[in-house]
């Protein structure tokens, strides 16, 4: 078992979600999240370095076709008319998000010590780091206004939730997990099709600016 | 009568090899550019050519502004003495000496920052104040690395966290030294004006931070000036390099090469990032230096998670 390369993943994940939340540049948040990705789906090979077998491989290749390639291909096809190259005005500002992001993984950490897995873990960072991950990822949700940083801020959650599901990877069978990675293709799908039709309707897809649009037209 | 030997050999090393660290950046730089660039020993001939000029004064301004050279090669020199260089300990070490060393390089940018108020230009000015709040973000990175360097050697003695504790500490905290490295290394870049944050090489640029402040100095002074930023390059590059390459041989030969090797590491690496990226927008700084914090926070939190 290769403990420090899942506790470098671990860190790389959780700080690949903070460059995220601080970035404004949409096609360099798609970039990192890919990286991410990719960190990610090398992980059951670090998981079981010692055994490693068809099913490990079989799901590295999976996630990292449909995470790192695939997801980030569809993104870029969505945006890629579109004038909404950066996040303007986010809820929050970038700065306090920061700040808030290191918070929120305190949080998760601290929320983490109440937290018992079934089994040992490889590694006692990933559950706290799964945890602030998807917490990051939700904070991307919440607080920025572009529809497509927001389906970013959605993938960032899965991402956790995927790290969480590696660590249980031995009880968990593996057409779980690729149930859920179609289910997450799927929905990135028509995520980007919807932002591509608000697109079309409204010419710009800031949420809250299409929302006040529509109330000026009455 | 030892103490003495040994800080002026660790002045020695400091001094003469300074400036050959900011040449082998110039250096990788022009060669990413593909450009043969200047020899490795420039910074020396220039340092050559502005000690045997003299220097020119405005009228507006006062003995401040003729004292902040001096104060600043003295204050990076006094700091030069907290770190250990390769085989040559620290000539001085006490508790507690992380926060002299933190407060030193802040008498350093006080005199710099009021020299350059005292210039009376409004450009530099508007340096200045760049300088204070990028600086003060930048401190609150640097304490949050030190607080969990300090609480993974228990000591606050600067020459011992980074010191022979850390090779155990990265087999049970690799995560953590893992980003107090990284923390530390946007630091570096930040304190010594290396491009994400801010471009030593231009001047007269709206955008610049810690040149537009020197554009006053002139002959012996800038000198004084080049070669302290150069020097703190180095002690920080020095306070870096224990923590990623924590080994420790007893032969001081060999201690003296892995150092000048990492030095030349650091160096590489400091060129490939200033050649490969481009200087943040001025707006933009703050973020990339709470990141830094946010990182060395990220360490103290996994540090204290594993107890």
Redesign the interface.
Known sequence: MMTSWVDTSCIITVFLSLIILSNYRVTAMIRVFALQSFVLSLLPFFLHASSLSGRDIFIVLVTMILKAALVPYILFWAIRHVSMRSEIKPIIGFGASIILGALVIAGAFWISLSLTLPGKPASDLILPCSLSTVLLGFMIMVTRTRAVTQVLGYLIMENGIFLFAVSLFDVMPVLIEIGILLDIFVAVFIMAIVVNHINEEFEKNMVSVSRSKMGEAF | MNIMISILSHWLIALTLAPLFIGIIAKIKAFFAGKKGPSLFQPYYDLQRLFQKNSVYSRTTTWVFRCAPIVNLAAVLVLSLLVPLGPFKAPLQFPGDIFFAAYILGLARFFMIIAALDTGASFEGMGASREAFFSCLSELALFMNFITLALLTHSISLSSMIGADIPMSWKLM??TL??VA?SFFIVILTENCRIPIDDPDTHLELTMIHEVMILDHSGIDLGYMLYASALKLFVFAGILLPIIIPIQMANPVIDMLIFLSSMLGLSVVVGMVESTMARYRLN?V??LL??S???A??GF??K???G
């Open positions: 690799g995560p893992l980003l990284g933009r703050k973020n709470l990141i914090f946010a990182l926070f990220f939190v996994v204290m998670w594993r």
